[in-house]
């Protein structure tokens, strides 16, 4: 975990993106826990956080070159949710995310990524295996028959973004 003490988000950028994205990511979580799905106006809100915040708390020239990450990330994205079914609400969200990232920072995100999915896969498997939930929530997405096989990946990515900005305010 060394590598999460030693970021190249600065504690300023990683303090006022945390802040700003904290409501979207909470709201990511909420709605893709509710019906696995990430809103597009969330994907919207991220994007326009960076476009904006980013020009105050970023070299220019760091800043223009975060575009890039957009792109190439939204290319990738979208060619796993044509070949292997990943969600294109999880695409479009990686995509608008991916300019927070630094580029020496994405083995990081990775393993944080990495530590949120087996919690979010443990704990899909405990809720679904409840019988205490499935009497309090029997309408819950989760539990029917035709989602059985999906993954609400928003719920191990919206944490992901947050932890890397606490992890990167923490660092400095």
Known sequence: MEMLSTL???????TVFGLLTLPVTLWVIWTDLLTMKIRNG???AMLAIFVVAGLFVMPLSDYAWRYLHFVVMLVICFGLTMTIGMGAGDAKYIAAVAPFVALPDVSAVALLYAVWSVILLLGMFVARRSGALRRAKPD???FAEDRKGYVPFGLALAPTVSS???FGALAG
């Open 42 to 44: 969330a994907v919207l």
């Open 164 to 166: 890397y900005f606490a």
């Open 8 to 14: 190249a988000i600065t504690p300023m950028q990683a």
């Open 140 to 142: 819950w997405i989760w």
